[in-house]
């Protein structure tokens, strides 16, 4: 990679060094800054049949680094009562809260609300480059923010943030260069992506069609007597969930909440901890044992089903294994205790399609908050003999670790791929690599 012939101190600790003939100058200088805004509440009018782009940072897509329109339009009179201006094309939209630093380049004319600073460029300053050396400067815009609520960075300390410039014609060369280099890692990522969903698919198919047909493609069929689930093997049983488990209840959140949270102590489990591929314990919490008694009705027990019921990520589960020690769970994790049913040949029926749809439909009647003990009893689960159950476990272990492994790296895949992209924009936008 080249290097510039002379570097000078850019005196901000995270750039460092800075060709020698680059400014290290104030966003205010490079930039008219604006505030958004947002009408009162209660004027709906000023939302029916608006015309005008609206752009909050709930519209930011962060893979994408143009932003054409947003989820509503205003009205020209709601514009008006906001006493804020309209943002020309071309300008850096920034999320100026949650979270702090994400951007994107308005294609089309647009007005923001107040969680946005819009900048409009000075004649000598390109906004690609801007938005490439704003996106990697998140964590040190993070840094500046403040607030109780929610961390918030101000247009003034925001205005004030010093940041390499190079001349124009270099700022369009790096941008140019940037474009090409990561539009290929974009791609990159995106097929990797592609075949994670793929694979995710592929999962889905094999485990239903085991807990549902078996391994045996010749095995005689029966109507199962749900429409949606078909025929089933002719000497399989198609019980409610209440008639195979001898607990379904969801755990509770201790008194004091996060407050009693300690480093070590018995770990307490959250939906967040929770995938169908196992535990991850990672960021998991811990319970003092005086707690952990106090809260004995969740305890978890091991060959137990966790099942989330509540949130995005409601749905997913998995057995407890062997091998952690004691444990509890919060209100957002059901506890689903197997019995005269194989603890795996259950967790996979609830992460199969015969489990999801129930679950979905469930959803669908109104209960989009969450999944209700009652509900869950009266899920459908196929049951089979138990060496049959037996057989598909293991049948099933086999497949989905060899498709967890395929995704597992695809996913180091894509994250290496995203910390060279964000390596090569920081090098480059700083001037530690000369682009030609």
Same mark, same amino acid.
């Given at each position: 990679?080249?290097?510039?012939?002379?570097?000078?101190?850019?005196?901000?600790?995270?750039?460092?060094?800075?060709?020698?003939?680059? =400014?290290?100058?104030?966003?205010?200088?490079?930039?008219?800054? %604006?505030?958004?805004?947002?009408?009162?509440?209660?004027?709906?009018?000023?939302?029916?049949?608006?015309?005008?782009?609206?752009?909050?940072?709930?519209?930011?897509?962060?893979?994408?680094?143009?932003?054409?329109?947003?989820?509503?339009?205003?009205?020209?009179?709601?514009?008006?009562?906001?006493? &804020?201006?309209?943002?020309?094309?071309?300008?850096?939209?920034?999320?100026?809260?949650?979270?702090?630093?994400?951007?994107?380049?308005?294609?089309?004319?647009?007005?923001?609300?107040?969680?946005?600073?819009?900048?409009?460029?000075?004649?000598?300053?390109?906004?690609?480059?801007?938005?490439?050396?704003?996106?990697?400067? #998140?964590?040190?815009?993070?840094?500046?923010? &403040?607030?109780?609520?929610?961390?918030?960075?101000?247009?003034?300390?925001?205005?004030?943030?010093?940041?390499?410039?190079?001349?124009?014609?270099?700022?369009?060369?790096?941008?140019?260069?940037?474009?090409?280099?990561? =539009?290929?890692?974009?791609?990159?990522?995106?097929?990797?992506?592609?075949?994670?969903?793929?694979?995710? =698919?592929?999962?889905?198919?094999?485990?239903?069609?085991?807990?549902?047909?078996?391994?045996?493609?010749?095995?005689? %069929?029966?109507?199962?007597?749900?429409?949606?689930?078909?025929?089933?093997?002719?000497?399989?049983?198609?019980?409610?969930?209440?008639?195979?488990?001898?607990?379904?209840?969801?755990?509770? &959140?201790?008194?004091?909440?996060?407050?009693?949270?300690?480093?070590?102590?018995?770990?307490?489990?959250?939906?967040?901890?929770?995938?169908?591929?196992?535990?991850?314990?990672?960021?998991? /919490?811990?319970?003092?044992?005086?707690?952990?008694? #106090?809260?004995?009705?969740?305890?978890? #027990?091991?060959?137990?089903?966790?099942?989330?019921?509540?949130?995005?990520?409601?749905?997913?589960?998995?057995?407890?294994?062997?091998?952690?020690?004691?444990?509890?769970?919060?209100?957002?994790?059901?506890? /689903?205790?197997?019995?005269?049913?194989?603890?795996?040949?259950?967790?996979?029926?609830?992460?199969?399609?015969?489990? #999801?749809?129930? %679950?979905?439909?469930?959803?669908?009647?109104?209960?989009?908050?969450? %999944?209700?003990?009652?509900?869950?009893?009266?899920?459908?689960?196929?049951?089979?003999?138990?060496?049959?159950?037996?057989?598909?476990?293991?049948?099933?272990?086999?497949?989905?670790?060899?498709?967890?492994?395929? /995704?597992?790296?695809?996913?180091?895949?894509?994250?290496?791929?995203?910390?060279?992209?964000?390596?090569?924009?920081?090098?480059?936008?700083?001037?530690?690599?000369?682009?030609?």
């Amino acid at each position: 990679m080249k290097k510039y012939n002379a570097y000078k101190d850019s005196e901000v600790k995270w750039i460092g060094e800075i060709p020698e003939h680059w =400014e290290i100058t104030p966003l205010k200088f490079c930039f008219k800054v %604006l505030s958004g805004a947002t009408p009162k509440s209660t004027e709906l009018s000023y939302w029916e049949d608006g015309n005008i782009n609206w752009i909050t940072p709930a519209d930011f897509k962060t893979e994408d680094r143009f932003i054409s329109d947003g989820v509503k339009k205003i009205t020209k009179e709601g514009f008006m009562s906001c006493s &804020t201006t309209l943002i020309p094309s071309g300008s850096i939209i920034f999320s100026k809260r949650a979270p702090i630093g994400s951007v994107v380049i308005n294609s089309n004319e647009v007005c923001t609300n107040q969680g946005c600073l819009s900048c409009i460029p000075k004649d000598d300053i390109s906004s690609l480059f801007f938005y490439y050396i704003m996106s990697v400067s #998140q964590k040190y815009f993070d840094m500046l923010g &403040t607030g109780t609520t929610f961390n918030e960075i101000s247009a003034n300390v925001f205005k004030n943030v010093h940041l390499p410039v190079p001349p124009l014609s270099e700022q369009q060369a790096i941008a140019s260069y940037l474009d090409a280099k990561t =539009e290929k890692m974009d791609q990159m990522i995106a097929k990797a992506e592609k075949k994670i969903e793929y694979l995710g =698919e592929l999962k889905q198919s094999l485990i239903t069609r085991a807990v549902t047909r078996g391994l045996n493609p010749n095995a005689p %069929l029966k109507d199962s007597g749900v429409k949606w689930i078909g025929d089933i093997p002719r000497d399989w049983e198609i019980p409610r969930l209440n008639f195979v488990t001898s607990k379904i209840g969801s755990g509770s &959140t201790p008194k004091g909440g996060s407050e009693v949270y300690v480093d070590e102590g018995v770990v307490f489990l959250r939906s967040q901890n929770v995938y169908n591929d196992g535990l991850r314990l990672n960021d998991v /919490v811990h319970i003092v044992p005086s707690i952990h008694e #106090q809260m004995k009705g969740t305890k978890v #027990q091991v060959d137990d089903i966790l099942f989330n019921i509540t949130g995005a990520s409601i749905g997913r589960c998995c057995r407890f294994p062997k091998g952690i020690g004691e444990a509890n769970v919060n209100q957002h994790v059901c506890i /689903v205790r197997p019995k005269n049913i194989l603890p795996t040949f259950l967790m996979y029926c609830l992460q199969s399609f015969v489990g #999801q749809t129930q %679950l979905r439909q469930l959803l669908k009647g109104g209960n989009r908050e969450g %999944l209700s003990g009652e509900s869950f009893k009266n899920f459908y689960v196929l049951l089979p003999s138990p060496n049959e159950q037996q057989q598909i476990a293991t049948y099933l272990d086999i497949k989905c670790s060899k498709i967890d492994h395929i /995704v597992a790296t695809q996913k180091k895949k894509i994250a290496y791929l995203q910390e060279l992209k964000q390596s090569l924009i920081t090098n480059v936008v700083t001037g530690k690599i000369k682009v030609s």
